[in-house]
């Protein structure tokens, strides 16, 4: 086997549902253009996608949010309940704000415009593959400036305890309580507790907002990666081999 045959090999593979056939084109050719990245399939509906990545087992879907017979982020949650390990990249051209806030609770790993530069795509589809989540800057913006209702957000973030910060990262994972427990060595409980606490803090009611403050404001590696791949036990794949160990803080480091 050649390196070039190698790298397709291990190249990460993805699954391109979208009903605009020329928008689909060009993402394909995209991203086939580069060397650790295999497009192994395309659909234009939702029976397609529910058909196609199931069969083909890609490690990202790209999908549109609105599709002829459905949407993206339904097709996301569908998919993600039998394939846990599937990452969802949701592309539209909508800046949605609902739209993002359904993604987030589909489980899908980014949300990124249409209108976002060729090479943050290509580094879009290479983020989630890696188990890390993103969401577009300024839609997570608007969608932040809303949720606080103009209150300032660095005084709020600052309130919370080390502890606070731990579980509003693990919220933004998407893990529950009790799997954050697991991950803290923290009765449920526990957690509750301090989730009550935090959301009080954050000025929001619901998890899902704490969730999008969490992709927002978790420290990153550049403007869209929100996760550091710093992570103990179950990680995202590329820090599934890291040597990791906890800080008297309870974050947990390389």
């Known amino acids: 086997m050649d390196s070039e045959q190698a790298d397709r090999a291990t190249a990460i593979t993805v ?3 979208d009903d605009h056939a020329v928008v689909r084109r060009g993402v394909h050719d995209l991203l086939d253009d580069e060397p650790d990245i295999t497009v192994v399939g395309e659909g234009a509906t939702v029976e397609q996608a529910l058909v196609h990545v199931p069969a083909l087992r890609p490690d990202v879907a790209v999908l549109d949010v609105r599709l002829p017979d459905g949407d993206g982020v339904t097709v996301c949650r569908e998919l993600r309940s039998s394939m846990p390990d599937l990452a969802c990249l949701i592309l539209t051209s909508f800046d949605d704000e609902e739209a993002l806030l359904d993604s987030i609770m589909a489980g899908a790993a980014g949300y990124v415009l249409k209108q976002i530069e060729v090479s943050d795509l290509v ?6 593959a890696r ?8 839609a997570a913006a608007k969608l932040m400036a809303r949720l606080r209702g103009g209150q300032d957000r660095e005084q709020q973030s600052n309130a919370l305890t080390e502890r606070e910060r731990d579980i509003l990262a693990l919220i933004g994972e998407g893990l529950t309580n009790r799997q954050i427990g697991q991950r803290l060595h923290l009765a449920e409980k526990t957690v509750k507790n301090h989730i009550s606490r935090l959301l009080a803090k954050l000025g929001v009611e ?21 996760f550091r791949d ?25």
């Open 123 to 128: 580094s879009a589809v290479r983020t989630v």
């Open 131 to 138: 188990g890390q989540s993103l969401l577009d800057p300024a």
């Open 206 to 226: 619901r998890r899902v907002q704490a969730a999008v403050i969490a992709i927002h404001d978790c420290p990153s590696e550049g403007p869209s990666s929100v």
């Open 230 to 254: 710093e992570r103990p036990p179950p990680l995202p794949p590329v820090a599934r081999n890291a040597e990791v160990r906890r800080t008297d803080t309870g974050r947990w480091v390389a």
């Open 15 to 17: 699954l391109l549902p």
